[in-house]
């Protein structure tokens, strides 16, 4: 199945969380916090308003709670705006 985002939105693939701390300590899968750190998967042809300011492939820092996850084929992902992007990580 392909996801194509509409409009201003962006669908990002989510980078592996951490599963350990800085000590060595084991992280439990539910305290682990949805990372920030994303890597652009499809863009959104972009609107008069929310020009499209991303490419695929570019690596990103979001906000914390923006976005609706999914999950496709075993894969999850993020629908978000493209406002929702604070950063491109190069």
């Known amino acids: ?3 194509k985002p509409l409009a201003d939105k962006v669908l990002l693939a989510q980078v592996e969380a951490e ?3 800085a000590s060595g300590l084991f992280i439990a899968a539910s305290a682990q916090e949805k990372p920030e750190f994303m890597t652009v998967a ?3 042809p972009g609107t008069d308003e ?3 300011t991303v ?3 570019d690596k ?3 906000t914390k709670y923006s976005g609706t996850d999914v999950k496709v084929d075993g894969d999850e992902y993020t629908i978000a705006s493209v406002k ?3 950063a491109v990580i190069e």
């Open 1 to 3: 199945m392909t996801i």
């Open 19 to 21: 599963e350990t701390t």
């Open 42 to 44: 499809a863009v959104g």
């Open 50 to 52: 929310n020009p499209m």
């Open 55 to 57: 490419k695929v492939g």
């Open 60 to 62: 990103v820092i979001i």
């Open 84 to 86: 929702d992007i604070l």
